[in-house]
């Protein structure tokens, strides 16, 4: 690739574009390969990898288990993005997207699918009256917030993310753009959380849940290896609220689900029981 002036042509076609994504980078949508889907016992089916969308599903199912919900038990399978497990017949059924994290509820009449983690997050906190406030003021802050980060994590992810990090060539205008936004967007933050402990004020929500996944593991350093050239220390509230969501034990069991990288400690590649975070671990799994 050159880092010369592009001149778009008449009508794109697509090419080999390079990166860390390239192979599984293409123009259309529908599955590439038969494979059916696994079913675990439990009457929820997650099927996703520890990306800041896919812990937004998993640390959601681990509150709910801790708040004492026994019907939110669930089996977590690993879709490796990276092989393209995510065109699987039986995932793009699921998800017509083909993007992680997709869910199954098993619970109802005919099994109910649910894709798009900030849906996730909206289905489980209606289905269990957990995390999302009744009160319709406090509930639409909630969404607000919920639908903010939606819409500008994208900016973030596959804007800044993906030119600061893994785009094959770097280029200074693309990269000054969306750092541009993203320290913007941590700005916004930052200002709201100054008077306010969560997202929509007193009470832990959804929205923190969703804005945690990106900004708040963005500002403790977990993201693109750019805590120091973001200046994440000096957005002072957001690192307070972010370092006290993290210290959640249930964020901290969801963050390990369908985790492929990092410490073998952090890594739970599949969970189907509670007892899994501490038996099968990818630094135990070969010591049984």
């Known amino acids: 690739m050159s880092d010369q002036e592009y001149t778009p042509p008449t009508v794109w076609e697509p090419k080999e574009s390079g990166g860390k994504f390239a192979s599984i980078n293409r123009p259309v949508a529908g599955p590439t390969h038969d494979k059916a889907l696994s079913v675990g016992k439990h009457p929820f089916q997650l099927y996703s990898l520890a990306t800041p969308n896919g812990v937004k599903a998993s640390i959601m199912l681990e509150e709910l288990l801790a708040l004492g919900h026994e019907g939110a038990e669930y089996d977590a399978w690993l879709v490796d993005i990276g092989e393209g497990d995510q065109f699987g017949s039986g995932f793009v059924e699921i998800n017509p997207n083909s993007k992680i994290p997709a869910l199954v509820d098993h619970t109802t009449e005919t099994p109910t699918r649910v894709f798009e983690s900030g849906s996730i997050l909206l289905y489980l906190a209606d289905k269990f ?10 509930r639409t802050e909630t969404m607000n917030w919920l639908f903010w980060q939606m819409g500008s994590a994208p900016f973030l992810g596959g804007g800044f993310g993906h030119f600061y990090a893994y785009a094959p060539v770097k280029l200074e205008y693309p990269i000054d753009r969306y750092t541009m936004e993203a320290k913007r967007q941590l700005d916004v933050l930052n200002r709201h959380l100054a008077d306010n402990r969560y997202m929509a004020g007193d009470e832990y929500t959804i929205a923190d849940i969703a804005i945690w996944s990106w900004y708040g593991q963005l500002v403790l350093g977990r993201l693109y290896e750019a805590a120091a050239f973001l200046q994440v220390h000096t957005y002072d509230h957001v690192v307070r609220w972010a370092k006290e ?21 952090t890594q739970l590649h599949e969970r189907h029981d509670a007892s899994d975070f501490d038996t099968k671990t990818q630094d135990k799994v070969g010591q049984n």
Not at 245 to 262: E, H, S, W
């Open 129 to 138: 009256g957990e995390l999302l406030p009744g009160e319709h003021r406090a």
């Open 245 to 265: 969501i993290d210290a959640r034990p249930a964020v901290q069991r969801g963050r390990m689900v369908n985790r492929t990288f990092g410490e073998p400690e």
